[in-house]
């Protein structure tokens, strides 16, 4: 621990987004960076607290205050190693996770934690920049073979470890790119492209194969992928997403929340949708149904793409602002979460359920809600409705099913032990065994099943 008094003297300072009105013109990071002295004294408020409950909380076990600790010393080079021990894509993380670490920080118990995403962000970037980061390609092959189906965090991170280990692995993606929900899901002003990019290059020079453009159960069967390869492992996200069957549904302009937003990353990349199936927003009353983050993610979008309005409403009350007794720290608490694209002009609503929608001659006008609190309906107007709900588990239909593969209650893959499906050989990572969650997450599934896959392949 490198300044022992500095929690109480230095106070949190965050890098804060760009002012609103500039970043709603484009799709840039909103997320600015602090200078290296400013970001190495944010590092020595780290308290080195014997009980470490950052690292407890983090999905990966990052050992923050070890890093923290080499930050302050200015130590870059030695702050990144320890980080990349344990996660193999500090950049995303250091984007878009919401920090589980921070809200079990000791400081956080007086809303004062320690920087630790920014400083996440800030010793990958400085790493990357300082060329710390060259391929590394494995000395010897073992020569055996993986396929890794999906290329979300979950995918790209099995792939990682097994090519360290000198396994031989191609990652089979069905859309254009690689990415999974970091490319075509999350937005560009959350998540530069460029970033995933960066890996994948990475990742390519240090042997790993892509093949995208392929969807297995369809342009290529599960079952030939078992004769190809000694293991395969299923990293497919959780892609069916939760619908809403109301009266009025099948009228225009109600679309899912990835819809939207795979749309615009495509079109921030410069692709070029067929005007028939292009989402118009502009001067259009947007309502997004959902109040998470999916959703928070179309009303960033909606707002950039000049929507008159933009309303969010969400089923459940309205959590407490700042404190909630039923998740005291350090457990990640269930409290009001405002993101940069709230603050961009959106009406948000709670304790609203939906009844019907309402349209005239086939296309919708409006929304009738049910105010849970009050029992009083009414309409909001809306040209557009974003279903962000949430996904209810991976897509059954092709893959899945074509290899039988038991589910769990909630419909996820089901695993015996370690990452390993009730099918030989076929190992699964990420959203599809976990559900809808976090980047983190499945990042850290990811290794359990290459750490698995590892195993089996030493025994098969
Ligand atoms: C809009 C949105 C915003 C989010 N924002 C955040 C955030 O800010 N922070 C955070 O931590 N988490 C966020 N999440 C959650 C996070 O993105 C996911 O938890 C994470 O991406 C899951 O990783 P995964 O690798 O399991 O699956 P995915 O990222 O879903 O990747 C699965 C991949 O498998 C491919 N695939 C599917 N079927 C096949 C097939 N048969 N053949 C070949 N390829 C196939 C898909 O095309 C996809 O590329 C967000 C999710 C959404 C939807």
Known sequence: MGNPKAFLTINRKEAGYRPVFERIEDFGEVEQTLNSEDRMEQASRCMDCGVPFCHWSCPLSNRMPEWQDALYKGKWQEAYEILAATNNFPEFTGRVCPALCE??????????????????????EHAFQEGYIKPKTPKTRTGRSVAIIGSGPAGLAVADMLNR??????????????????R???PDFKLNKKIIDRRIDLLKAEGAIFRNNVEVGKDISATELLSGFDAICICVGAGQPRDLVVEGRALSGIHF????LRQQNRAVRGFRLPEEHAIEIEAKNVLVIGGGDTGSDCVGTSIRRKAAS????????MPPADYNPDTPWPL??????T???????????????TQRFLGEAGRLTGVEVLDTQTGETEIIKADLVFLSMGFLHLVHDGLADELSLAYDVRGNIATTSHNCTSVDKVFTAGDAVLGASLVVRAIDSGRRAAAAIHTFLAEY
């Open 310 to 317: 933009v309303t969010q409403i969400e089923i459940l009350p």
């Open 165 to 182: 280990y000198g396994h031989t692995v191609t990652v089979f993606e069905k859309d254009e790119l690689p990415g999974g929900l970091l």
């Open 339 to 353: 993101s940069s694209s709230h603050k961009e002009g959106c009406n948000r609503r709670w304790s609203l359920a």
């Open 332 to 337: 990640y608490p269930n409290i009001l979460k």
């Open 257 to 260: 929340a990835l819809e939207l």
């Open 184 to 186: 075509l899901g999350i």
């Open 103 to 124: 809200k079990s920080c000791v400081l956080n118990m007086q809303n004062n934690p320690v920087t630790i995403r920014e400083n996440e962000v800030a010793v990958i």
